[in-house]
């Protein structure tokens, strides 16, 4: 095997925490809410990925897009739009597919790359992260990027922290001690907060000998096990996984398939709306509400490919999957095919623009009471719904349904305003 850049000793500590010691650290979050929230997740097999992948999972998901709803019209009837409303989100989800198709991508040598010899895993950490790095030098890389590594088990630990050592070392080497922006290491299947406090060992480990400064690697959590809900005591058990994290954990995604598999679900009723998958993502909002930490659903996992009929009904699935998302409060999901793209967005977009009006007569009377309690129809509105109808338009501005000028019109603030993401300074500022 190829040196690493943490010595022998340093690892066998970092495994020696997966053997039941258990570190308490007082609750810390590094949530940037100036950060963009990606809409989404696209992952692939690491074996796979070249720095152009964002460039080449747009152009499928155009064609797919053309070939299937090749009009307004035609994805109104597949995804049982309103026509008028299909019509003005259409060419936005055609320039989002062609401008940046992909916000948020995981390299992943857990699930899509699955099992295989100890040095063709070591030569695919290299040369996905020599691709990242090219990536870098070259602008093709999407917002957000990252890996997700295998489980921190018995059984998988070594390979695990060999993969993420292996990588990180390659890509500062190649990428002149740089990582991407918004750069970000996936946990999955977790089952212990040991786990937990390993690989924020190996973080700080990894920073120490390679002298990053100290917090630099940030990680997610992957809620995919029951484990990951309720701690052995009946305690909730995501406030101590976060901890263990020392302030490195940005975000949690939740994993539906494994998730629903830890609850006995069977395979034909494992999907996103399941009312085990709404308990546990509830849990997670409780938990986590007011920490910064981003919070995203699972994947639909029947493929648009096909027919046309066909694909129609696994886009129309997909959108009902991530309206339900937004209802409920997760603005971020998994896709897993270049062809879950164009609904993607067009599902985004819809729920956004359809409540649009509504939203920008509410806000703009409610700024210009200057705080008051106001009533518009038969909706009343108060300081906090005044930061949930800001966080509507900076969401819907964010993720692309709507402009910068079309939120400064519509919203009736200036665009400073709308960017320092704050209510109460906006009312202050006009007092």
């Not at 010691?21 to 809409?39: E, I, K, L, S």
């Not at 940046?100 to 040598?109: A, K």
């Not at 977009?349 to 009471?369: H, I, M, P, T």
């Not at 402009?403 to 009312?427: D, N, Y």
């Amino acid at each position: 095997m190829a040196d690493t850049s943490i010595p022998d000793l340093a690892l066998t500590t970092i495994l020696d925490a997966l053997h039941g010691v258990n570190v308490h650290v007082a609750r810390q979050y590094p949530g940037d809410t100036a950060a963009r929230q990606p809409v989404h997740t696209v992952y692939g097999g690491a074996h796979l990925f070249k720095a152009d992948v964002a460039r080449k999972l747009g152009a499928a998901a155009l064609k797919s897009l053309r070939d299937h709803a090749p009009d307004a019209a035609t994805l109104a009837a597949a995804l049982n739009f309103d026509r008028a409303l299909a019509e003005r989100l259409y060419p936005r989800v055609v320039d989002k597919l062609t401008r940046e198709p992909v916000e948020d991508f995981r390299i992943d040598f857990e699930d899509g790359f699955g099992s295989r010899p100890d040095l063709e895993e070591d030569g695919h950490a290299q040369l996905a992260a020599t691709e990242v790095a090219n990536g870098l030098s070259d602008g093709t890389l999407p917002p957000s990027i990252g890996i997700r590594i295998k489980p921190f088990n018995e059984e998988l630990k070594r390979r695990s922290l060999r993969t993420f050592d292996l990588f990180l070392t390659r890509l500062l080497d190649r990428a002149a001690g740089k990582l991407p922006p918004q750069f970000v290491i996936t946990l999955p299947k977790i089952t212990s907060v040991e786990q937990v406090t390993a690989l924020t060992s190996a973080c700080e480990a990894f920073e120490y000998w390679r002298q990053l400064p100290a917090g630099t690697l940030k990680f997610e959590l992957m809620v995919e096990t029951t484990q990951s809900i309720v701690a052995p005591d009946g305690s909730v058990a995501l406030p101590r996984l976060i901890a263990a994290g020392r302030g490195r954990i940005v975000a949690a995604h939740f994993g539906t398939y494994d998730y629903t598999a830890s609850c006995g679900i069977t395979a034909a009723h494992q999907h996103m709306r399941h009312p085990a998958c709404d308990f546990a993502k509830d849990v997670m909002q409780v938990t986590l509400a007011g920490t910064g930490l981003w919070l995203s659903d699972g994947a639909t996992n029947v493929m648009p490919v096909g027919s046309r009929e066909t694909v129609h009904a696994a886009w129309r699935l997909h959108a009902e999957h991530i309206r339900h998302s937004l209802v409920t409060g997760f603005y971020q999901g998994w896709d897993l095919h270049p062809a879950q793209l164009p609904s993607r967005y067009a599902a985004v977009y819809a729920f956004f623009l359809e409540g649009l009006d509504a939203a920008s007569e509410r806000l703009k009377n409610f700024v210009q009471k200057a705080a008051q309690a106001t009533l518009v129809g038969d909706v009343f509105d108060d300081a906090a719904t005044g930061q949930g109808l800001l966080n509507y338009f900076l969401r819907a501005m964010n993720c692309g349904a709507i402009t910068e000028e079309e939120a400064v019109s519509m919203s009736g603030l200036s665009l400073e305003e709308l960017r320092g993401r704050s209510f109460v300074k906006i009312l202050q500022g006009r007092s």
